[in-house]
């Protein structure tokens, strides 16, 4: 079951009055793909959306209206439902009862009574709201079916402090949402508490593996940082032995060059916690910059020959 399905099942348990009821089957009429003088089409792969309109058209519209219902098979055990207005009178009936001019859709705020917005909401997103799986990607958005009804939910969205971001995709306006606390915001308002709860125990454990791998590439990091110096350092020291230059160290580099010989492993702070007189990182440090001048220097007249 997708994520996306979990929303439609829990949403649609909400719509429970009357007047969530009115406002969820405007949001799906109102931001449905086909929506012409000639014909209103509803379609969905949802079965969730199939259970519901029929509902919803028996609780609005009594018995006196009637979608054509038609199932049309994708293969894969997946079908479209549709239902399709097209006798005349009973589009006018939707028209008239919910003021939709079908050449300019766009939504009017009085058939939203009794706080229900959210239910609104919900229409819409049953009508062309899609769901990312959120283990994957934080994504929701809407596929509107014109720009100025596209701007207008972005308003509403936006009165409950929940920025969308607009973009064309394929002739159509679609609006989406990546922040997952605005996600959270929209699903919460739309009547998908549980789902909300969810997302954000998902945004936890992807939060808590981030930082677990940050860890451990920082550790990954530091070890091979201090391999690649403990490398270096060996070389130098090797290059000192070899050029029989060894005497002519200081009694304290011929100490720390003989710890590193021994322990190519160490740090240099865990270094300079062996040395006789115990010193910290950056003395350390300063002492192998030594050694390597004396290296470099002593590679420099081999090369010349010397």
Aim: aromatic share 6%; proline share 3%.
């Amino acid at each position: 079951m997708s994520f996306s399905h979990e929303v439609r099942e829990e949403i649609a348990k909400s719509i429970i009055d009357r007047d969530r009821q009115f406002a969820c089957l405007y949001g799906i009429l109102l931001y449905s793909r086909i929506f012409t003088e000639e014909q209103i089409v509803l379609q969905s792969e949802s079965p969730v959306f199939a259970r519901l309109v029929p509902m919803l058209f028996r609780v609005v519209f009594r018995a006196e209206l009637h979608p054509d219902v038609r199932a049309i098979s994708r293969g894969a055990d997946q079908s479209l439902v549709s239902y399709t207005i097209s006798d005349p009178q009973q589009r006018q009936r939707i028209c008239d009862t919910y003021h939709i001019h079908p050449q300019r859709r766009e939504v009017r705020l009085s058939n939203l009574v009794n706080n229900s917005l959210g239910a609104f909401l919900a229409g819409v997103f049953f009508s062309c709201g899609s769901m990312m799986d959120p283990n994957k990607e934080y994504h929701l958005e809407f596929n509107t079916p014109s720009p100025l009804l596209c701007a207008d939910l972005q308003k509403l969205l936006r009165s409950i402090g929940v920025q969308g971001k607009h973009i064309q995709r394929k002739h159509m306006d679609v609006l989406y949402l990546k922040d997952s606390e605005h996600i959270e915001d929209t699903l919460t308002y739309m009547g998908a508490q549980q789902c909300t709860i969810a997302l954000m125990n998902i945004k936890i454990r992807k939060d808590m593996r981030n930082k677990a791998n940050r860890v451990r590439n920082c550790d990954e990091a530091n070890i091979n940082k201090v391999v690649s110096a403990a490398i270096r350092q060996t070389q130098d020291i090797q290059r000192i032995v070899q050029c029989g230059q060894w005497e002519n160290l200081s009694l304290d580099l011929q100490e720390l060059a003989q710890l590193r010989l021994e322990n190519p492993e160490l740090s240099l702070k865990e270094l300079g916690e062996l040395l006789s007189v115990p010193i910290g990182r950056s003395g350390v440090n300063h002492r192998f910059q030594k050694i390597a001048a004396i290296a470099k220097e002593l590679k420099q007249r081999a090369a010349q020959g010397e």
